[in-house]
């Protein structure tokens, strides 16, 4: 089973961006895909992006395209998302998860079943 770790969280101004890593140990990165989430304080958790195990493409909620970039180092077991043009209302934890779902279920939520303990964006105004 594979187990995640988030880095890259912090405090930025609003109009900036941040990098964050998800690094994947004790599975085989290249049978997961790997997608990114957030939760807003008093929000659900929502997906942001997400990169196919295999087909090497990349899926975004609409509320995120042209701002945020996810990509994929299967060397390095990491996942990154670049967040620009940051705004106070991306303030949330940030997480990655893995799934082994097919391709219709990957963008969302219920297809995810292991969950980092994820990393907090704070963007100030």
């Known amino acids: 089973q594979v187990h995640l770790v988030e880095s890259g969280g912090g405090v930025v101004q609003a109009g900036g961006s941040l990098r964050l890593s998800c690094t994947a140990s004790g599975g085989t990165f290249r049978d997961y895909t790997i997608g990114w989430f957030r939760q807003r304080p008093g929000q659900e958790r929502e997906f942001l992006a997400t990169h196919h195990k295999s087909n090497n493409r990349a899926y975004y909620d609409d509320s995120v395209k042209g701002r945020l970039t996810i990509s994929r180092d299967n060397a390095k077991n990491t996942v990154y998302l670049q967040m620009n043009s940051l705004r106070p209302e991306d303030t949330a934890v940030y997480y990655c998860?893995?799934?082994?779902?097919?391709?219709?279920?990957?963008?969302?939520?219920?297809?995810?079943?292991?969950w980092g303990q994820g990393t907090q964006v704070t963007v100030s105004s």
């Open positions: 998860a893995a799934s082994r779902s097919i391709l219709s279920e990957i963008m969302k939520l219920r297809a995810y079943n292991n």
